[in-house]
């Protein structure tokens, strides 16, 4: 006998979409990232562990599974990214505004470091004012959190809408994954979790229902071969 439909968590029920979230796969950057020039931060392409994350997260977690499209930022990271994970489905990845990383040091000049540009003080009080605070607020010179928050809800809301009872794969940034998980579960955080590179995040939709079935799946990521990072 099959089960009860169980439309609290959306089982078994028809029209759910579901929305894969992948993040980037780990871009060519420093780990002492703050130090370099704000221009360089913006979109720097995919190291070489990050192409093998990429097809990691496209063999081992998402091949098996029917997607009826790939989306994916702006971003030069997460374009090469998603197309790593289409290519493994024969499919082109789709690129959508909306979902690109929020705008951090936008108004800082580019050829300066945070550091040089906002002197040591206010750099290392901006530290501690998101670090207890966790709100994209604390960040100087950045895009509003307000905004940012707008633009990703009204963005995968759209891809939501576009696929009715279908999986799709979205390719983005741990910022943005924050934003729509957080919204409907309510957290107070704008950051409160960090996906691993690569990692996998899964929302089902229907109607006004969001539930969340994963969060930063790392399985995919893990073994000999030591993919796993932040």
């Not at 796969?25 to 990050?50: N, T």
């Not at 928050?149 to 924050?178: F, M, S, W, Y």
């Not at 409907?184 to 996998?200: E, Y």
Request: glycine share 8%; proline share 5%.
């Amino acid at each position: 006998m099959s089960e009860r439909p169980d439309a609290t968590f959306l089982l078994g029920v028809r029209g759910v979409t579901e929305l894969v979230f992948v993040r980037h796969a780990k871009q060519a950057l420093s780990d002492d990232f703050l130090r370099q020039p704000v221009g360089e931060l913006r979109d720097p392409p995919l190291s070489e562990l990050g192409v093998r994350q990429a097809k990691a997260a496209a063999a081992a977690a998402l091949g098996p599974e029917p997607i009826a499209a790939v989306y994916s930022s702006s971003s030069g990271r997460a374009k090469e990214t998603a197309a790593v994970i289409a290519a493994d489905m024969n499919l082109d990845a789709v690129v959508v505004d909306g979902i690109e990383e929020f705008g951090f040091f936008r108004e800082l000049a580019p050829d300066m470091a945070a550091r040089d540009a906002l002197g040591d003080l206010r750099f290392e009080g901006f530290q501690r004012h998101w670090a207890r605070s966790r709100s994209w607020d604390a960040w100087p010179g950045s895009e509003p959190a307000s905004d940012f928050k707008g633009r990703v809800l009204d963005a995968v809301e759209g891809l939501v809408a576009r696929h009715q009872g279908e999986r799709v794969v979205v390719v983005t940034h741990g910022g943005v994954i924050n934003a729509y998980v957080g919204d409907f579960l309510g957290t107070t955080d704008d950051m409160f979790f960090v996906p691993a590179h690569a990692s996998i995040t899964r929302v089902r939709a229907r109607h006004d229902r969001r539930v969340l079935t994963t969060l930063n799946e790392v399985q995919h990521l893990a073994g000999p071969g030591d993919l796993l990072t932040f």
